[in-house]
């Protein structure tokens, strides 16, 4: 009797998983099919992972001195992100915070990519670098609407403030701009799966 309850258990517990996983699977197909089909996709990515030490540190220099940098995962991780624009068939506009962790991301996955420090991660109660943040991605997305999808790379803070979304690594928030420079979120893009 309880080798007939487990076995049931277990059947239960595959097809659930089965069905969170075709599920998420049609839900990234239908995003991807909005990317390569819709105007005014802007795709909000994050840097992908970074070794320890202090988030806020920037060298204006592009020397990275002082700042976060992408571990060999991270790398890796941002070359499957190209990979998986490439086999969607998808040629985006990339805009880039120019600390080296995402302008690194960005290089790795797209080979090319405008920088802008002022997408650089915002300080903490830094009232007026936050209000520089928000006016420099909203001229960059104003900018940037049209047929082509846009992808920015930034850090989870700004991310958070443009989307209300926070995404994992390996996680991209897909969604329409407004003539405003707004966005609306469509959902969440699997890029990767972080190992």
């Not at 996709?41 to 992408?70: F, K």
Request: proline share 5%; hydrophobic share 40%.
């Amino acid at each position: 009797m309880l080798s007939n309850h487990l076995a049931k258990t277990a059947l239960y517990l595959m097809l659930g998983v089965f069905w969170l996983t075709s599920t998420s699977a049609s839900a990234d197909d239908a995003l991807w099919q909005a990317i390569a089909s819709q105007p005014n996709i802007v795709i909000v990515m994050r840097h992908t992972e970074v070794g320890r030490g202090t988030g806020a540190t920037y060298d204006p220099s592009g020397q990275c001195a002082g700042e976060n940098m992408l571990t060999p995962r991270g790398r890796r991780e941002a070359e499957l992100i190209g990979k998986q624009f490439r086999e969607h068939g998808v040629v985006p506009r990339v805009v880039s915070s120019a600390m080296c962790r995402t302008r690194d991301t960005a290089m790795l996955a797209f080979g090319e990519a405008e920088l802008d420090p002022k997408l650089r991660e915002s300080a903490t109660g830094d009232a007026a670098r936050f209000q520089e943040f928000l006016a420099a991605a909203a001229d960059w997305i104003r900018k940037y609407r049209g047929a082509r999808p846009m992808v920015l790379v930034m850090h989870l803070p700004n991310i958070d403030s443009l989307t209300g979304e926070q995404p994992t690594y390996g996680e991209a928030v897909i969604t329409t701009a407004d003539d405003k420079g707004e966005l609306d979120v469509l959902g969440r893009l699997v890029l990767y799966r972080p190992q």
